[in-house]
């Protein structure tokens, strides 16, 4: 299950993002997990206190309209757009001459690290 991130410390901004959150996740059918990190050292080490209310997800971090909740339907745009069209338009290992996408084959089980 994909897991997102809130970064904010604004209870009323909180709860707007967390609402708008998971009404476009039903949008759009799409099921993933919200963590809210509102430690404030947290936002500070990670530098954040200028752009919240931050999303993190998959690793990158989406700010929108810095001091203003997210809305149901910039979620939406923005979750079709990271959830649904990424995972179409991800490679076929067997389309094309390019294999980078594809498994990397293996024999048997592994090689102990003897080092």
């Known amino acids: 299950m994909e897991e997102i ?8 901004r909180i709860h707007a993002t967390e609402t708008a959150v998971y009404q476009a996740l039903r949008e759009i ?5 919200l963590t809210i ?4 050292p947290l936002l500070s080490r990670q530098q954040l206190w200028e752009r919240l209310p931050v999303l993190e ?9 810095p001091g ?14 990271i959830f649904i069209n990424q995972d179409l338009t991800c490679s076929v290992p067997d389309a094309g001459d390019s294999q980078k996408d594809a498994p990397i084959p293996t024999e048997g089980k592994g090689v102990p690290n003897d080092r």
């Open 5 to 12: 991130i809130l970064w904010e410390c604004n209870i009323e």
């Open 29 to 33: 059918g799409y099921k993933a997990r």
């Open 37 to 40: 990190n509102c430690e404030m």
């Open 57 to 65: 997800i998959r690793g990158q971090r989406w700010s929108l309209c």
């Open 68 to 81: 203003r909740a997210f809305t149901a339907e910039q979620l939406t745009r923005l979750f079709t757009r």
